[in-house]
Every structure is written in C-alpha cells, then in structure tokens.
C-alpha cells in the first residue's frame, strides 16, 4: 500500500497530505479492499473475497475481482466506474481514470481480461477487451476501445483503437475526407438513372428496326 500512495503524491497534484489521501481517495480505499479479498482468494476461501469486494464497490463506484493480480505503484485517479475482470494482470505503475473498464469479450476461456505491463496510462473512459496485451510505456486515450495487443511505446485512440503514435514518432493515418463523403442515395438514383438511359437506348434500337422490318 506505501508505493500506491506514493504513487498519488507523485501523479495527483491536488494531493495535499497523507490524511487526505487516506481518507478520501477511493481509490486507495480500493485498492485496500482488493489486497485483503485477493490474499483470500488466493487461499481459495469461498464467498468471503467476493462479499469484500461488493462492499468496496458500493464504498468506492469501483470494482476489482478478487482474482485480478495488481502490482506496484498502482494509481486510481477518481474512478467511478472503474471495472477490473477476474483474469485482469496489471503490472508497475499503472495509471488508471475513472470509467476505465478492463473486461472480457464473452468467447473467451481462461484467460480472458487484458495484461497491462508497467507505465501504462488508461485514461477516462477507455475499454481493453480481451485477454491481450497492453505493452510497457503504452498511453490508452479517452473513450477507446482496444480489442487488438498493443506494442509498447504507442499512444492508441478512436473506436476501434488504432496507433497513432510509435516509439516516440507519428503512425500516418488514412484520413477521412468529410468534404468529399459518399451518398450512397446519390449513387443509386446515378446507377438507376444510367440503367433507364439505357432501356431507352434499347427501346429506340427496337422501334427502327421495328419500323425498317415493317418497310
């Protein structure tokens, strides 16, 4: 518990004084929460870590599966609303904002929630799917959805989440030209209207030799 509360002191500027911190970061309260259901878990003692984990969920908006293993230095900020799967490995230094939901995709077997490696930051609302990967130095941005392993060093933003930054350097992106976006309804009347121009071309071609047959 030393190094998460070290870690506000080193992330949170707000943070003021030990007593604050212990006293109101649910986050910290969480995490306190989750050591004691996790050492029970651990020891396969029925029921019991998941009623402590209920009760640090209505205590705090936010919920850690027993079974999620936590490393060092792991920093809540707010978190209302933070969700952490059953199989959820998160290593050193993790950084994690409120709405951060870390869960599984419903077709997966054992390990089915994401590993997050060390100096990972998920911000606000972010969602990692899957038992993939996070990779070390890794930046998840607001309001992504990850479905796909992400290598370290990258930033990662958008629904799907893409890379758009690599080792420090731009990942070139496709961008979409909003002044030139497809009418699928244009398209159609076009297509239909070269479909009946050439009906009329038929028909045309019918009535001469129509006409020239009759002669």
């Keep these: 518990m030393f190094s998460a509360i070290k870690a506000v002191f080193?992330?949170?500027?707000?943070?003021?004084?030990?007593?604050?911190?212990?006293?109101?970061?649910?986050?910290?309260?969480?995490?306190?929460?989750?050591r004691i259901a996790h050492f029970l878990f651990v020891l396969k003692i029925p029921?019991?870590?998941?009623?402590?984990?209920?009760?640090?969920?209505?205590l705090t908006g936010i919920e850690i599966h027993p079974g999620a293993v936590i490393g060092k230095g792991f920093f809540i900020d707010h978190g209302m609303g933070v969700v952490i799967g059953e199989t959820?490995?998160?290593?050193?230094?993790?950084t994690m904002?409120?709405?951060?939901?870390?869960?599984?995709?419903?077709?997966?077997?054992?390990?089915?929630?994401?590993?997050?490696?060390?100096?990972?930051?998920?911000?606000?609302?972010?969602?990692?799917?899957g038992g993939i990967e996070i990779g070390e130095n890794s930046k998840i941005g607001a309001g992504s959805v990850v479905v796909k392993p992400v290598p370290p060093n990258c930033t990662v933003v958008g629904v799907p989440g893409r890379i758009i930054?690599?080792?420090g350097r731009r990942i070139k992106q496709k961008l979409l030209d909003h002044s030139n976006l497809p009418d699928p309804l244009?398209?159609?009347?076009?297509?239909?209207?070269?479909?009946?121009?050439?009906?009329?071309?038929?028909?045309?071609?019918?009535?001469k030799e129509n006409l020239k047959n009759n002669q």
């Design 10 to 34: 080193e992330r949170d500027p707000a943070a003021k004084n030990i007593f604050e911190v212990l006293l109101t970061y649910p986050g910290i309260h969480a995490l306190f929460f989750h």
């Design 88 to 94: 959820t490995e998160i290593h050193d230094n993790v």
């Design 165 to 167: 930054k690599q080792e």
């Design 186 to 207: 244009a398209e159609k009347l076009e297509r239909l209207a070269r479909e009946i121009d050439l009906i009329e071309k038929h028909m045309e071609c019918w009535k």
């Design 97 to 129: 904002f409120q709405g951060v939901v870390l869960g599984g995709t419903g077709s997966e077997q054992g390990k089915r929630h994401p590993t997050i490696r060390n100096n990972v930051m998920l911000s606000a609302g972010s969602i990692v799917l």
């Design 47 to 58: 029921l019991l870590p998941r009623i402590i984990s209920h009760i640090s969920r209505f």
